[in-house]
């Protein structure tokens, strides 16, 4: 009696975790116009965000506006494994649990927020 219980917990405990939705960083998105160029350094075009092991990856785009002559960037981070991260520079990204859009909360202010939608 007291193991068909314990074997019960157990398959209803992973039950419900494989049902939880797990973010997915990767992928390539399109910037969404959000950020004011004329005061900010804003991200373009393409967001590419990479895994390179299982606990990194990278992000890299184009910038425009006030970015000091830089043109691109490219940023290594420790993959987070929630749906939100804070990153040095770039400020609090979310990503929808839906896993298709990333918002960027800029420490500079909600001028140079940034948004990008999960390209098809």
């Known amino acids: 009696m007291f193991y068909s219980f ?3 917990i157990t398959l209803n ?8 939705t797990k973010p997915n960083w990767s992928g390539t998105f399109n910037v ?3 950020c ?6 804003c991200l373009s075009g393409e967001v590419n965000v990479k895994e390179i092991a299982y606990f990194f990856m990278t992000l890299s785009g184009k910038l425009v ?8 960037f490219f ?3 420790i993959k987070p494994s929630t749906f939100s991260t804070k990153l040095p ?3 609090v990204m979310n990503l929808s649990e839906d896993s298709t859009l ?3 909360e800029s420490p500079l202010g909600t001028h140079c927020n940034g948004r990008a939608v999960r390209k098809s």
């Open 75 to 77: 940023l290594p981070a």
């Open 13 to 20: 405990i992973a039950t419900i975790s494989s049902y939880e």
């Open 36 to 41: 004011n160029r004329d005061v900010c350094c």
């Open 6 to 8: 314990l074997f019960l």
């Open 102 to 104: 990333v918002t960027v």
């Open 89 to 91: 520079i770039v400020g």
């Open 65 to 72: 506006g006030q970015c000091n002559g830089l043109s691109t």
């Open 32 to 34: 969404t116009p959000l």
